[in-house]
């Protein structure tokens, strides 16, 4: 049996996570089918005919889903599921949405958040904030599951020439409707999948002087993350939030300042390559998982941070 | 208007957590144990729709071995007005649980369903949704934002790319965000008066729900430990190392 993997696209292009979670359903069974559920979105029914582990890319075009409402597409899922041994997606908040809805209706009990497909019934996951890894084997006859996309590499996206079969929508929900999208738009990377992330916690005090994490950040061509702490005390927004409850991290190089380490959010980042680790509190359990700590006031330490990053002749973007 | 509002007892937040030797679980002997946190801004956000006069009873519902029964208590003292405790022993996956709610609300019939958006214990982030899907009810996931009006709401839900805001008719499903509210604490007269609601204890096998695990933990470990880093003495020497060691400027 093939496996089913479910898009997430804005109509115009495949989100990223989209291609780590192609890479990890392709390791559970190779005749990887991708199923499009969109709005006049022909343009990511191409590109994703182009990815190589791609056999066959399912289209479903119809203006009511134009915005992505799990309820209408737990509808368009289910009516074309039946030939799969897998459903799969991944583990941001477009899949966890999604997934539950579409498990309970097959009567699956889910396997979430998975990092490793050991075999196709047998995975690794994370629980308890990562604190424990837990190897998984799901005894239904098919299985739903979502990846954890910083896990897997993302899947090539040229070479392929898969079949685009164009299938029928299914009903609307009433009882749902779209409103608005607040998206903050940023010339920055991605903090989800940039290679330098830089984020602050509480020990910045407040929103102006995220400035100082902003002016590395540039510099670094690197994405901004925060702790749950700066994000509740209202210093930055919450997509920059990094932890159990936000964003999973894993880039090359992930500098922590002001962040004292609480468990939560060392969920989110500790399997970053390179940890740096900025705080006065020599105590501070971020220091724990850092591979260079600097004991320093932050208000020094990061101008003088960028004086020394200045005076390189080239910096890695 | 009446609200179900459904928790979970967890191994508390903040205890560090110890994989047990043989590989069958985590330690949780001896160990603190709390309401999951953002089931506690589930039940703070019902309390606050029924202080704006727009719910009339708040029932509070756990599933779990007999202790669970704290997290109702809980809740009761910050304010739901009586508690439901489906009793079960062992693991239970979030299908069947959303399968035991699904036989509450059909009892209770309430207008709406609140629980917490993820269980810090196995990170599943399914309960909510699955609990629609069964009632054919809309979801509103990772809520930060409730509007209540006379036959739907509008959620703002915290989305990868920022807020989205939906509106659902009611009944309705709503998974709460740690950032949805300030949960209170439970005053001591309050915490007194708790004793005296009434708890509902009902076996789950009476319900006719199916809780064998249908998932197989076959090994719990540790995860990989990172190898000690070191103390850097400037921020001189902290670029130097990122750059000729590390190499990732």
């Given at each position: 049996m093939s496996v089913l993997l479910i898009a997430e696209h804005n109509n115009k292009e495949v989100k990223p996570f989209t291609l780590n979670a192609i890479t990890a359903a392709s390791q559970i069974d190779q005749d990887l089918h991708v199923l499009l559920i969109g709005s006049k979105a022909d343009d990511v029914a191409k590109s994703l005919s182009e990815v190589p582990l791609v056999k066959k890319v399912l289209h479903i075009d119809h203006e009511i889903y134009e915005n992505y409402i799990a309820e209408n597409y737990t509808a368009a899922i289910l009516k074309h599921a039946d030939k799969y041994s897998h459903i799969i997606c991944s583990a941001n908040t477009f899949g966890k949405n999604l997934m539950p809805r579409v498990a309970a209706l097959l009567d699956i009990s889910q396997v979430s958040d998975?990092?490793?497909?050991?075999?196709p019934d047998t995975f690794l996951r994370p629980i308890y904030a990562g604190n424990a890894f837990a190897t998984v084997k799901s005894n239904d006859e098919r299985k739903c599951v979502t990846i954890r996309p910083t896990s897997f590499e993302a899947a090539e996206t040229t070479g392929g020439s898969a079949e685009i079969e164009k299938i029928d929508a299914a009903d609307q929900t009433e009882n749902t409707k779209f409103i608005n999208r607040e998206e903050i738009k940023s010339?920055?990377?991605?903090l989800g999948t940039a290679r330098i992330v830089i984020s602050g916690g509480?020990?910045?005090?407040?929103?102006?002087?995220?400035k100082l994490i902003t002016d590395v950040a540039d510099k670094l061509n690197a994405a901004i993350g925060a702790s749950r702490a700066a994000v509740d005390a209202g210093?930055?927004?919450?997509?920059?939030q990094v932890g159990q409850t936000g964003k999973v991290v894993v880039p090359d190089l992930y500098i922590a300042v002001g962040i004292s380490g609480a468990i939560q959010h060392l969920a989110g980042m500790k399997e970053s390559k390179v940890i740096v680790a900025i705080n006065k509190d020599g105590e501070a359990p971020i220091f724990s998982v850092a591979d260079y700590g600097l004991e320093a006031d932050l208000f020094e330490a990061l101008p003088q941070f960028l004086e020394e990053l200045n005076k390189l002749n080239t910096i890695q973007k | 208007m009446k609200i179900l509002v459904a928790v979970k007892r967890v191994i508390d937040y903040n205890v560090q957590i110890r994989v047990k030797e043989d590989g069958s679980g985590v330690v949780t002997d001896n160990v603190k144990m709390s309401t999951n946190p953002p089931d506690d801004n589930a039940i703070e956000e019902a309390v606050k729709i029924k202080e704006a006069g727009k719910a009339t009873e708040i029932i509070a519902v756990t599933v779990g071995e007999e202790k669970a029964q704290e997290t109702v208590r809980k809740a009761l003292a910050v304010g739901a007005d009586r508690g439901i405790h489906v009793k079960v022993d062992g693991t239970i996956e979030p299908l069947a649980v959303s399968k035991i709610l699904k036989k509450i609300v059909e009892k209770e019939n309430p207008d709406l369903v609140f629980m917490g958006?993820?269980?810090?214990?196995?990170?599943?982030?399914?309960t909510g949704q699955m609990l629609a899907a069964h009632l054919n009810w809309p979801q509103a996931t990772f809520a930060s934002k409730i509007e209540v009006n006379d036959k739907s709401l509008q959620v703002t839900r915290e989305v990868d790319e920022g807020l989205e805001t939906i509106e659902v008719n009611t009944p309705a499903i709503v998974t709460c965000d740690l950032r949805l509210n300030e949960p209170r604490y439970a005053s001591l007269p309050n915490i007194m008066k708790a004793k005296k609601k009434p708890i509902e204890q009902i076996n789950a096998s009476d319900l006719g729900v199916d809780t064998n695990p249908r998932i197989e933990h076959i090994k719990i470990e540790e995860p990989p430990k990172r190898k000690a880093g070191i103390k850097v003495a400037s921020v001189e020497e902290l670029v130097q190392k990122l750059k000729n060691e590390a190499k990732v400027i």
């Amino acid at each position: 049996m093939s496996v089913l993997l479910i898009a997430e696209h804005n109509n115009k292009e495949v989100k990223p996570f989209t291609l780590n979670a192609i890479t990890a359903a392709s390791q559970i069974d190779q005749d990887l089918h991708v199923l499009l559920i969109g709005s006049k979105a022909d343009d990511v029914a191409k590109s994703l005919s182009e990815v190589p582990l791609v056999k066959k890319v399912l289209h479903i075009d119809h203006e009511i889903y134009e915005n992505y409402i799990a309820e209408n597409y737990t509808a368009a899922i289910l009516k074309h599921a039946d030939k799969y041994s897998h459903i799969i997606c991944s583990a941001n908040t477009f899949g966890k949405n999604l997934m539950p809805r579409v498990a309970a209706l097959l009567d699956i009990s889910q396997v979430s958040d998975i990092i490793k497909v050991i075999s196709p019934d047998t995975f690794l996951r994370p629980i308890y904030a990562g604190n424990a890894f837990a190897t998984v084997k799901s005894n239904d006859e098919r299985k739903c599951v979502t990846i954890r996309p910083t896990s897997f590499e993302a899947a090539e996206t040229t070479g392929g020439s898969a079949e685009i079969e164009k299938i029928d929508a299914a009903d609307q929900t009433e009882n749902t409707k779209f409103i608005n999208r607040e998206e903050i738009k940023s010339d920055r990377p991605e903090l989800g999948t940039a290679r330098i992330v830089i984020s602050g916690g509480r020990g910045l005090q407040s929103g102006e002087n995220f400035k100082l994490i902003t002016d590395v950040a540039d510099k670094l061509n690197a994405a901004i993350g925060a702790s749950r702490a700066a994000v509740d005390a209202g210093y930055i927004t919450n997509e920059h939030q990094v932890g159990q409850t936000g964003k999973v991290v894993v880039p090359d190089l992930y500098i922590a300042v002001g962040i004292s380490g609480a468990i939560q959010h060392l969920a989110g980042m500790k399997e970053s390559k390179v940890i740096v680790a900025i705080n006065k509190d020599g105590e501070a359990p971020i220091f724990s998982v850092a591979d260079y700590g600097l004991e320093a006031d932050l208000f020094e330490a990061l101008p003088q941070f960028l004086e020394e990053l200045n005076k390189l002749n080239t910096i890695q973007k | 208007m009446k609200i179900l509002v459904a928790v979970k007892r967890v191994i508390d937040y903040n205890v560090q957590i110890r994989v047990k030797e043989d590989g069958s679980g985590v330690v949780t002997d001896n160990v603190k144990m709390s309401t999951n946190p953002p089931d506690d801004n589930a039940i703070e956000e019902a309390v606050k729709i029924k202080e704006a006069g727009k719910a009339t009873e708040i029932i509070a519902v756990t599933v779990g071995e007999e202790k669970a029964q704290e997290t109702v208590r809980k809740a009761l003292a910050v304010g739901a007005d009586r508690g439901i405790h489906v009793k079960v022993d062992g693991t239970i996956e979030p299908l069947a649980v959303s399968k035991i709610l699904k036989k509450i609300v059909e009892k209770e019939n309430p207008d709406l369903v609140f629980m917490g958006k993820q269980a810090i214990d196995d990170d599943c982030n399914q309960t909510g949704q699955m609990l629609a899907a069964h009632l054919n009810w809309p979801q509103a996931t990772f809520a930060s934002k409730i509007e209540v009006n006379d036959k739907s709401l509008q959620v703002t839900r915290e989305v990868d790319e920022g807020l989205e805001t939906i509106e659902v008719n009611t009944p309705a499903i709503v998974t709460c965000d740690l950032r949805l509210n300030e949960p209170r604490y439970a005053s001591l007269p309050n915490i007194m008066k708790a004793k005296k609601k009434p708890i509902e204890q009902i076996n789950a096998s009476d319900l006719g729900v199916d809780t064998n695990p249908r998932i197989e933990h076959i090994k719990i470990e540790e995860p990989p430990k990172r190898k000690a880093g070191i103390k850097v003495a400037s921020v001189e020497e902290l670029v130097q190392k990122l750059k000729n060691e590390a190499k990732v400027i």
